[in-house]
């Protein structure tokens, strides 16, 4: 069954595009027609493109992965704030940092940092600091929570990019493709949707449509999320590659999504491995540090 319906579409405004003469030509099979000098996007393709985008985004989001949601645009940061909170995925509302995925450890250093300055706070540093230096340090602590505060919790890189409007964030979009990330987006009739992944043509501007297909694919992630957790409380065992993989083909996704899936559950496995081995090392590192100062106290003595 559909997501959504014609009614609905037509009702928030998604049908409204651009000027005739803003068109981009690449636009030319979601547009319907054009009347009083605007184009009107074509609705029962957008009907597809939001179930595809949606039934991508819940298997996304049900295989445990990360979704970033960047809209900067006035019109959509709040839709999208409160909206994407809701379903725990990380957005960015404010301006795009540039380098934000292709530079992502310098990214993760700066909210690395938001963490030292936080712990200064609760272990009594900030008491030894001048009334200059807290107030310095303060606004700092300001500026990077306002600019990284949603994605705190991103360790890594996101599995995908939902943008709201292609023209404004291309930045964002370029960095997501050299990288290999698929990217969802609402493609108006001034986009250009070749570069994306899963375009929903749609009015980009009104705040009645970004609220409308947001909300759609929110209520999808959430779908997965929940189905996620009922068959982690129902199969505690994690599955594995080709068990995800057959998973994964039996539903109307593309191959090269299925493939970048996968191949992050692996990612994730090694890291896991890793972290252990790291584990054990520092703590055989540790006990050796304290033998050794245990024999020098013994020597001293």
């Known amino acids: 069954m559909p997501r959504t319906d014609f009614k609905t579409l037509l009702d928030a405004g998604v049908h409204f595009g651009h000027l ?19 184009h009107i996007i074509d609705l029962e393709k957008t009907i597809v493109k939001i179930d595809e985008a949606a039934s991508a985004m819940k298997h996304i989001a049900k295989s ?11 019109q959509a940061k709040e839709i999208v704030a409160e ?21 992502f450890p310098t990214i993760r250093k700066a909210v690395k940092k938001m963490g030292s300055i936080d712990k200064m706070a609760t272990d009594g540093t900030f008491a030894n600091m001048s009334k200059r230096e807290k107030l310095q340090v303060t606004r700092q602590r300001a500026k990077l929570d306002k600019n990284l505060g949603s994605i705190v919790d991103l360790t890594r890189l996101p599995s995908a ?56 694919l929110c209520q999808s992630i959430e779908e997965g999320l929940n189905e996620r957790k009922f068959e982690k409380d129902k ?18 996704i593309p191959a090269a999504l299925i493939e970048a899936i996968v191949e992050e ?37």
Request: with cysteine.
């Open 161 to 216: 990019l939902f943008v709201v409007d292609v023209c404004k964030e291309h930045i964002a979009v370029r960095e997501a493709k050299r990288l290999g990330i698929p990217v969802f987006a609402m493609v108006d009739t001034n986009s250009d949707p070749s570069n994306i992944d899963f375009p929903i043509p749609a009015n980009d501007d009104a705040s009645k449509s970004i609220s409308l297909i947001v909300d759609i």
């Open 235 to 252: 199969d505690p065992g994690m599955k594995d590659k080709k068990g995800l993989r057959k998973d994964l083909e039996t539903k109307d």
């Open 83 to 103: 909206k994407v909170k809701n379903v725990n995925m990380p957005y960015v509302t404010e301006r795009w940092p540039g380098g934000m995925l292709t530079n």
């Open 64 to 74: 445990g992965k990360k979704i970033l949601f960047v809209a900067t645009k006035k």
């Open 265 to 301: 559950e692996e990612e994730e496995e090694e890291a896991e491995e890793e972290e252990i081995v790291a584990g054990d090392v520092e703590e055989e590192e540790e006990e050796a540090a304290d033998e050794e100062d245990k024999t020098e106290e013994e020597e001293e003595k």
């Open 20 to 38: 005739k003469r803003k068109w981009n030509p690449a636009m030319a099979p979601y547009i319907f027609m054009e009347r009083n000098g605007i």
